[in-house]
């Protein structure tokens, strides 16, 4: 009996040593603690070869028996580093070629769980810079003075510098500056372009602006050279518009289709500081200017040389001037916006090489072309509301005398070839009649003078240009 039992005690003795030994799970039940190490899993992250030099790493940990009480990364089999209870990390800026990163767990215990790594390589790709478009001028304008901006974004590098070219020219550098102002170009269309260049050398996409400079003085007509006879062409106007004499234009010029508006002439005192001529009350907008004087208006046309970029037409006292700033009488020299000359006005008003001998510009009938007293209800109306001429010009019969270059002269019966009258005088010649005179004032041979300082309401002015 006594043997039996030791027997017994021996047996259980054995299996409990082997159970401690073995560690059989179905032996521990809860409440019994095996310290198991945590465990950490990859998530995220760079894997073989890339081309960004900034990873982010996520993972995740798990603990059976306990608390992960932070996390352990380190570089490159660098020094291990803690990164709290974060479970990602962003390496930036590491250098080309192979990397490694790893991640451990640790618990309340003190046990590390088992690294996990990512291993990848760098290769720069030298990304090109990318630039945007943010504002400039777009379609049709008005104004010779643009500024463009942009904006610039570089990868994997920086932007060293941006380039710009006009019109297809040569590439021209802009620092690092992301806007550019270009002033007087020429009147039609145009396109700037830039581009940004990293320190790699390497370049980025054109963006490009393309639009169309129109003057903003209205549509101005060709009138081709030609031979006329000048003058009365009926013998019933006063003495000064005779005798006919023949005069040859041996040049093209260009002549406005309408008279110069208060839109046109206000934004001209808006940029230089001239106060606004009165309009009587009669409205502005797309009316002819009145209260200008002879100066006001060659003041007007050196304005809109200089914003083309042209030599001016006209000196401090009124002389003309030929591209190279040297007083001239000779016409066909002077490249700026001016007054057509007296000869140049009627050439025009009679149709120009297209005439049809009207006694009006456009028409025997001079209510089809003019506002003049029978009809203009004692006003100015707005430019190009009657028919035009032979050469599709407008209200050279009636609304508003218009000034020319000329001093006034009297004729002569001579042949002239390209007259004008530079020769200074008391008055300035004006032509083609007004709102407030009768039918007779209206006629293309008509002629009428006045004081160079002196405005009223029933003058103003169209521009002309030589063809170059």
Request: net charge negative; with cysteine.
């Amino acid at each position: 009996m006594k043997k039996s039992f030791i027997s017994v005690f021996l047996f259980l003795l054995l299996a409990v040593v082997i159970l401690l030994i073995t560690g059989c799970p179905w032996f521990w039940k809860e409440g019994y603690v095996k310290n198991e190490p945590p465990e950490v899993n990859k998530v995220s992250g760079p894997d073989g070869e890339i081309s960004e030099n900034s990873s982010t790493f996520t993972w995740t940990g798990k603990e059976y028996d306990g608390t992960i009480t932070k996390y352990e990364y380190r570089k490159d089999e660098g020094s291990w580093e803690s990164n709290a209870t974060n479970t990602s990390y962003t390496w930036n800026g590491y250098s080309e070629g192979p990397h490694k990163f790893e991640v451990r767990a640790k618990d309340d215990n003190g046990k590390y769980s088992t690294a996990v790594s990512w291993i990848f390589t760098y290769n720069k790709a030298n990304q090109p810079p990318v630039v945007a478009k943010v504002s400039g001028p777009d379609g049709e304008i008005s104004e010779n003075s643009s500024t463009f901006t942009w904006t610039g974004k570089e990868y994997d590098g920086t932007i060293t510098k941006y380039e710009y070219r006009k019109d297809e020219g040569s590439w021209e550098s802009n620092a690092t500056n992301t806007s550019y102002t270009w002033n007087g170009y020429s009147e039609g269309p145009h396109k700037f372009e830039v581009r940004a260049q990293d320190n790699e050398g390497a370049y980025s996409n054109i963006v490009s602006w393309s639009f169309t400079y129109s003057t903003g003085v209205g549509e101005m007509v060709l009138v081709e050279g030609g031979t006329f006879m000048m003058g009365d062409e009926f013998g019933d106007l006063v003495d000064f518009c005779r005798p006919v004499h023949e005069v040859t234009l041996t040049y093209d010029f260009y002549i406005g289709k309408y008279e110069t508006t208060f839109d046109e002439y206000d934004a001209f005192c808006v940029v230089t500081g001239r106060s606004k001529p009165n309009d009587e009350g009669w409205g502005r907008g797309s009316r002819p200017v009145i209260y200008v004087s002879w100066r006001d208006a060659i003041a007007y046309c050196n304005w809109l040389s200089e914003k083309e970029g042209l030599p001016k037409a006209y000196d401090t006292i009124g002389n003309l001037l030929d591209k190279d700033g040297k007083v001239t009488t000779d016409i066909t020299k002077v490249p700026g916006y001016r007054l057509p000359t007296e000869a140049e006005w009627e050439y025009a008003a009679r149709g120009g090489n297209d005439s049809n001998g009207y006694m009006y510009s456009g028409s025997d009938d001079v209510g089809e072309v003019a506002w003049y007293y029978s009809n203009s209800e004692d006003k100015t109306h707005e430019v190009g509301k009657k028919a035009p001429n032979e050469l599709g010009i407008y209200d050279m019969s009636g609304n508003v005398w218009e000034w020319c270059s000329d001093w006034w002269y009297d004729y002569t019966e001579t042949t002239k070839i390209n007259p004008y009258n530079g020769t200074a005088g008391s008055y300035r010649v004006e032509r083609g009649g007004s709102w407030y005179k009768v039918a007779t004032c209206a006629r293309v041979a008509n002629r009428g003078n006045y004081s160079p300082t002196e405005t009223y309401s029933g003058l103003g002015f169209r521009i002309c240009r030589t063809v170059p």
